[in-house]
């Protein structure tokens, strides 16, 4: 009984951080996130997120995006705040989302390249 009710104790101090972790952001989780495409306001598709990066309380505070570049140039990637996205519905597939950002691809293409530190945050 002693076990049982640690065990209890613990469930219930880890469920926030388990809930943060699965947490995302833009109504999406981490996974959903992770497994997006970036398109432009058009709705032509410009990257897609290959990451996203934590704040110290792991909130989610951007993405990492790809860019796609014609050959022989390779694909870029940068660091793009929430601020500057949203999720839309995915044309044709429901219940997948795509990120939309109104910047244009040009613009992405002139932001630092992002680059991430061990525990994945990109710095």
Not at 51 to 80: F, H, N, W, Y
């Amino acid at each position: 009984m002693k076990r049982a009710l640690i065990c209890l104790f613990a469930a219930a101090c880890l469920a926030p951080q388990v809930a943060a972790a699965q947490a995302g952001a833009l109504g999406l989780s981490r996974h959903q996130l992770e497994d997006a495409d970036l398109i432009d306001a058009s709705g032509r598709e410009i990257g897609e997120v290959e990451g996203v990066v934590t704040d110290a309380s792991g909130a989610i505070t951007s993405l990492i995006i790809e860019l796609d570049q014609r050959d022989p140039a390779p694909d870029k990637r940068v660091m793009l705040p929430l601020r500057d996205v949203q999720a839309v519905p995915e044309r044709g597939d429901p219940g997948h989302y795509d990120i939309q950002t109104q910047r244009s691809a040009a613009e992405l293409m002139k932001l630092p390249p992002a680059t991430t530190t061990s525990r994945g945050r990109s710095r």
